[in-house]
């Protein structure tokens, strides 16, 4: 089956780094566009950044200039580089992978944290 697995958060002091890795199995990753999300604390999940098998990239808003999406189709591994990080950046972070059928997979999630 389809296993989505996120490592890296952690916390942070406000304008620090973190890298967010997304390993997938049981899906053809070279082929399926990927995504992260966040749902911060009483608010609903939202998209962070997202990336086609191709490689082109979106972002919301409030991360442009700060975060970067990436994939490596080798490792079956897409990551989030996180910089210059805000304390509103504070959430759990998901990973989706959207199948060919459109049918949506999501990671456990990975708590960050940031401290101002």
């Known amino acids: 089956q389809v296993q989505l697995v996120e490592t890296g958060g952690g916390l942070v002091h406000a304008g620090g780094s973190l890298r967010l890795s997304c390993a997938a199995s049981?899906?053809?990753?070279?082929?399926?566009?990927m995504g992260w999300y966040r749902q911060a604390p009483g608010k609903q999940r939202e998209s962070v950044a997202s990336i086609t098998p191709g490689g082109t990239r979106t972002y919301a808003d409030s991360v442009k200039g700060r975060f970067t999406v990436s994939r490596d189709n080798a490792k079956n591994t897409m990551y989030l580089q996180m910089s210059s990080l805000k304390p509103e950046d504070t959430a759990v972070y998901y990973c989706?992978?959207?199948?060919?059928?459109?049918?949506?997979?999501w990671g456990q999630g990975t708590q960050v944290s940031v401290s101002s």
């Open positions: 989706k992978a959207t199948d060919f059928f459109n049918r949506e997979y």
């Open positions: 049981g899906i053809i990753f070279s082929i399926t566009p």
